[in-house]
């Protein structure tokens, strides 16, 4: 059972326009979302982080939304450029720093 | 600066061999996790530690084993290797907050 999910394996964006990206999530005790960025053949990044009593969170061009009645979080990415090209995990963390990852989706920022 | 490394990148095995990948942190975390990462399923939770002496199972931990002797290593030995077991190995660690883990830059393991 996937307690967090990303329905979208791909995304394609024209540089300079916005970037969202979905999750969903189905256990309502996660304390912290998190989006991590990974290039190939390199390890996950750590990107943004929202705890779980915000609804927003911005850092330079990434803001993460979460919609805690909808159980869903966003990232945005604006403007969007060629090196944000990458696999992006969506994870929650619950109790003692468990961290459950989505599926990721791919990004695609067109020139 | 302190880092976190896994090793060897790559490794290629026969089944039934025993094999253990190395993870070695200097961020003095307590906390150490072993992911594997395979299309369709994203990382995916093996192993995990909160310090020394202590190692509890993951989501997927049949055929894998860890063992914490000291702060800084969290090896993860697969005791007879299986085809199955072919995927991407990350390791990671934590301290507390929000932040989540620094990761390792994985290890790829093929069993053949």
């Known amino acids: 059972d996937q307690q967090v999910k990303q329905n979208s394996p791909s995304l394609s964006v024209q540089e300079g326009r916005i970037s969202i990206l979905n999750c969903d999530y189905t256990?309502?005790?996660?304390?912290?979302f998190l989006w991590y960025k990974k290039y190939p053949a390199e390890g996950p990044t750590f990107l943004i982080s929202?705890?779980?009593?915000?609804d927003k969170n911005e850092d330079g061009r990434f803001t993460v939304f979460l919609n805690k009645s909808a159980k869903h979080l966003s990232l945005h990415i604006v403007p969007s450029q060629p090196g944000d090209s990458a696999v992006y995990f969506c994870?929650?963390?619950?109790?003692?720093?468990?961290?459950?990852f989505g599926i990721g989706t791919k990004l695609q920022v067109i020139p | 600066d302190a880092e976190i490394t896994q090793s060897p990148r790559h490794k290629i095995t026969e089944t039934g061999r025993q094999v253990t990948l190395a993870c070695h942190q200097t961020?003095?975390?307590?906390?150490m996790f072993w992911y594997r990462q395979d299309l369709g399923h994203g990382l995916r939770l093996i192993h995990y530690?909160?310090?020394?002496?202590?190692?509890n199972k993951g989501e997927v931990s049949d055929g894998y084993s860890v063992s914490r002797s000291n702060t800084e290593d969290l090896p993860l030995t697969l005791e007879s290797a299986a085809s199955s077991q072919t995927s991407v190995y990350f390791c990671?660690?934590?301290?507390?907050?929000?932040?989540?883990?620094?990761f390792g830059s994985g290890t790829r393991l093929t069993v053949v």
């Open positions: 990671a660690s934590s301290g507390s907050g929000g932040d989540g883990y620094t």
């Open positions: 256990n309502s005790m996660f304390d912290y």
């Open positions: 929202i705890s779980s009593i915000k």
């Open positions: 994870a929650a963390m619950g109790g003692y720093q468990k961290v459950t």
């Open positions: 961020w003095n975390h307590n906390n």
């Open positions: 530690s909160y310090g020394v002496h202590d190692t």
